[in-house]
């Protein structure tokens, strides 16, 4: 029996031990880790430090981090990992942890999401939303991310609210 297959049958607490909690103020070299934890034991995910540049390296493969250095880099560290682990993994945001200052995302195989989505559709939708790739969840901001180093576009706010 898989965890996927146990998930709808889990209370919301039992639910929420399945998912990585990411604080706010969480090292994002501590959030590398935490995944690492729940990928299948085949798969190396390590966060390593050169110089003042963080980098991830998934079964040796490196990827550096675009760090803002800023609060922001936890989501950016979580966005970068969402596309790293591509094809072979998704996490999704918990929605239960939403408004709070840690937050929840449940590390999943894709086809493992898949099944979720065929068996479960209900259920799935009323726990879990997919990861939005280059949003800020602590700060409801767009950040950079691995694939998407540059320049980030500039708010759409009316005129008057740059003031």
Same mark, same amino acid.
């Given at each position: 029996?898989?965890?996927?297959?146990?998930?709808?049958?889990?209370?919301?607490?039992?639910?929420?031990?399945?998912?990585?909690?990411?604080?706010?103020?969480?090292?994002?070299? +501590?959030?590398?880790?935490?995944? +690492?934890?729940?990928?299948?034991?085949?798969?190396?995910?390590a966060?390593?430090?050169?110089?003042?540049?963080?980098?991830?390296?998934?079964?040796?493969?490196?990827?550096?981090?675009?760090?803002?250095?800023?609060?922001?880099?936890?989501?950016? +560290?979580?966005?970068?990992?969402?596309?790293?682990?591509?094809?072979?993994?998704?996490?999704?945001?918990?929605?239960?942890?939403?408004?709070?200052?840690?937050?929840?995302?449940?590390?999943?195989?894709?086809?493992?999401?898949?099944?979720?989505?065929?068996?479960?559709?209900?259920?799935?939708?009323?726990?879990?939303?997919?990861?939005?790739?280059?949003?800020?969840?602590?700060?409801?901001?767009?950040?950079?991310?691995?694939?998407?180093?540059?320049?980030?576009p500039? +708010?759409?706010?009316?005129?008057?609210?740059?003031?």
């Amino acid at each position: 029996m898989s965890l996927a297959s146990d998930l709808p049958r889990m209370d919301d607490e039992s639910l929420a031990d399945a998912c990585v909690y990411i604080d706010w103020r969480e090292e994002e070299e +501590a959030i590398v880790e935490y995944f +690492a934890e729940k990928l299948d034991e085949a798969d190396k995910l390590a966060a390593i430090w050169k110089g003042d540049e963080l980098w991830i390296v998934y079964n040796g493969k490196e990827h550096k981090l675009p760090l803002t250095i800023s609060p922001k880099d936890r989501s950016v +560290a979580l966005s970068s990992l969402a596309v790293v682990l591509q094809p072979k993994y998704e996490f999704r945001f918990l929605l239960q942890s939403a408004g709070s200052d840690t937050l929840s995302f449940l590390l999943l195989r894709r086809e493992e999401w898949e099944e979720l989505t065929r068996s479960h559709p209900d259920w799935l939708n009323r726990h879990f939303e997919p990861m939005k790739i280059g949003h800020d969840y602590f700060g409801d901001e767009e950040i950079p991310y691995v694939g998407r180093e540059g320049a980030l576009p500039k +708010a759409n706010k009316p005129w008057w609210r740059f003031w």
